[in-house]
């Protein structure tokens, strides 16, 4: 029954059925031919999981980061950065890294991220003759921090799913997602040292950069608010959530001034349109996920991966070539809610933090936003960038390097993670 189930879903999704509507199709068909059980299952089980005050979260992160992008926040983070870091070699590339960091920290979306920052950065390193298909390619790169770096729209779901706290995957993110930003910067030099692409050549002064972050004041204090209250404990990851809106909508509205009502229409429209589809998706998936542990699929699995090894090195590393290969057919919503049943067992029996693994595993599966044929990042930065997809892809394999490096590091120095736990 559960090779049926795999294959229905291989076939659905080669064929280019939506993952949400493949998920659920291959357990209708499965449950309607190879078992008793009625297919209402389905419906029930995703209700069950959409019924969470948790998930609420995702939504307004969402709404969250589209307010950043038309309140003219992503503008001040790009000045910011520019004044700190725009005067070394690749100077664009290293502006449009670090901003995509600061963005990570407010929005906890990789695709919003590279939609944000690469509408300003693209046109701007192609002005200064920079490869097109580099500036893309690192835009899109640079955008899978942002789900690393607290808050992480990923770390709410892995958390609802396996019920670790999502306050702790938040701390555990910081360190590796700063790595991750400096191994991009250190490719990036390496190729505009080559190619020579050089910086503004203007050494920033104390009074400039104290000018540029008073006018990203108000952006940077986001992420002060949003995760200063949730380690504090005034309020829950989906309260910060909601108070993030509040705020982002209000300095984009009242303090900068440039969310007006077509904006504030638009922001309300992209968010309804990204939270159904990542609704119907989370909820289709945890009914495929039901069906997997009614089957005992997850022991199963864990007892066939222990009895190959009992080497917690070798059983990393066979987990990590697994999630990356499904990173790149699979988007990192659904592989979650699907996968972290199954291997958190797995990881537990090795003595594993759950923490630790949702880190890991959410690296992993960030790999495939610049992975085709998947890679949702790649077709945001084409899109945006106007900037064929060959060309990109010809630039981002040692940005996916890179990122490996930093997920090695990751899963086989724990601390990385753990320090700040």
Known sequence: MIIVLF???????????????????????????????????????AFAA??????????????????????GVSKRLLNLADHIIGYVTGGLGMVTTLTCMFFAAISGSGPATVSAVGSFMMPAMKEKGYDEGFAAALTAAAGTIGVIIPPSIPFVIYGVVTGTSIGSLFLAGIIPGIIMGLALMIVNYRTSKKNGYTGSGERPTIKSVLKATKDAFWALLSPVIILGGIYSGYFTPTE??????????????????????????DCLKDTVVIAGATSFMIGLSMSFAFLLTMEQVP??????????????????????????????????????????????????????SPIHFGIIMTMNLSVGFITPPYGANLFIASAVGKTP????????????????????LTTFIPALSMILV
């Open 299 to 352: 022991g199963t699995i864990a007892k066939t991966l222990l009895d190959f090894s009992n080497n917690k090195i070798v059983i990393l590393l066979l987990i990590n070539i697994f999630l990356l290969i499904v990173g790149c057919f699979i988007d990192n919503i659904s592989s979650c809610t699907i996968l972290a049943p199954i291997f958190l067992p797995v990881v537990a029996a090795l003595g594993i």
């Open 7 to 45: 294959l229905l879903l291989a076939l659905f999704v080669t064929i280019s059925i939506p993952i949400g509507i493949s998920l659920g199709l291959a357990t209708l068909l499965t449950l309607i031919f190879m078992t008793n059980i009625e297919p209402i299952m389905i419906a029930q089980n």
């Open 240 to 265: 910060a959530a909601a108070i993030s809106c509040v705020y982002t909508w209000f300095i984009g509205t009242f303090v900068y001034k440039e969310i007006g009502k077509q904006e504030l229409f």
């Open 389 to 408: 997809m060959n060309r990109i892809i010809k630039h981002v394999w040692p940005l996916i390097g890179a990122i490996i490096v930093v997920l090695l």
């Open 50 to 71: 959409l019924d969470s005050f948790t998930l609420m979260a995702i939504p307004f992160f969402m709404l969250a980061g589209n307010f950043m992008r038309y309140g």
